[in-house]
């Protein structure tokens, strides 16, 4: 089978993915979403700059203007419509990268998220601050690797970060701050299945990526922790994904994130599994 692969010229996740598609017997190449080209009333309803893959696997995420993710989007679902298996799909990338639709969902479908408001302005920020106990986390709606999150417990220091953000015209996602043991589960789902989990241990930093300086290590996650990742799965609708989950002093476990388009560099090495040859091998077999 031959696939493409949407990544970064240097990413480590597409050498990866090579590396076990080829000792597979498969082929890949790698593009890049600025090859993307709109071709409506085509066979598919876009031009395909892939040749004809069997499937499109998403490794990348760009920062790009409004339009240009709009596009990069309709591209996808196109494609997706035109008989291309995306992975992940559009919808649930839609829904992933988008800090307040996933914390919505979660949260419709009783799922045990972290007490959160996104508004716009800095009044609002100040008040929800407050409403929120006066101790935050900050996060950028769009982000990963734990880039960009502030905790803000001063309102004087949140006047600052939340009028900067305004000015920016970016818009304000707060969470209250869950004080926690010091390391978070991050479990890795394809296609309902468990591949494994483990814990990111934080170190003086209340972030646990291992982006951060975070410290992976082998964790075998509880079946009520297994429950909450398939949940937050079926409920964003990600086929290969990483799910965030947190406890605090008290016990009670929270969905922090739903990661489509996961890491799994630390992963790999904490758990001996080979992510991308499972991964591979299980997206040859379901289109076999």
């Not at 929800?128 to 935050?136: C, I, S, T």
């Not at 999150?149 to 900067?164: A, E, K, L």
């Amino acid at each position: 089978m031959h696939f493409a692969i949407l990544a970064h010229p240097e990413s480590w996740y597409f050498r990866d993915l090579q590396r076990a598609t080829e000792s597979l017997g498969h082929t890949v190449e790698r593009t890049d979403f600025t090859s993307l080209i709109g071709q409506p009333g085509s066979r598919d309803g876009f031009g395909n700059p892939f040749g004809r893959p069997e499937a499109l696997i998403v490794r990348s995420m760009p920062a790009g203007s409004l339009e240009q993710v709009i596009f990069r989007m309709d591209v996808l679902g196109r494609l997706e419509a035109g008989g291309l298996p995306v992975v992940n799909p559009p919808k649930s990338l839609e829904c992933a990268i988008d800090k307040y639709l996933t914390t919505a969902k979660l949260a419709a479908a009783d799922l045990p998220v972290p007490p959160t408001i996104v508004c716009e302005t800095t009044t609002a920020a100040l008040e929800a601050m407050q409403r929120l106990g006066g101790d935050v986390v900050v996060k950028p709606l769009f982000g990963a690797e734990g880039r960009g999150i502030v905790r803000v417990t001063d309102p004087d220091m949140g006047w600052r970060v939340f009028s900067t953000l305004e000015r920016l015209q970016a818009v304000i996602y707060l969470q209250k701050f869950i004080a926690h043991p010091g390391y978070d589960v991050r479990i890795l789902v394809l296609d309902g299945k468990i591949l494994g989990g483990m814990r990111r241990y934080s170190g003086d930093d209340f972030r646990t990526n291992v982006a951060r300086q975070g410290k992976g290590r082998l964790y075998t996650p509880t079946d009520e922790e297994c429950r909450l990742a398939l949940a937050a799965m079926d409920v964003t609708g990600v086929r290969f994904g990483g799910i965030d989950l947190l406890q605090d002093r008290d016990g009670q476990q929270f969905v922090l994130e739903v990661n489509a388009v996961p890491g799994w560099r630390a992963f790999a090495k904490a758990t001996g599994l080979d992510v991308a040859v499972a991964f591979i091998r299980h997206l040859a077999s379901c289109l076999a």
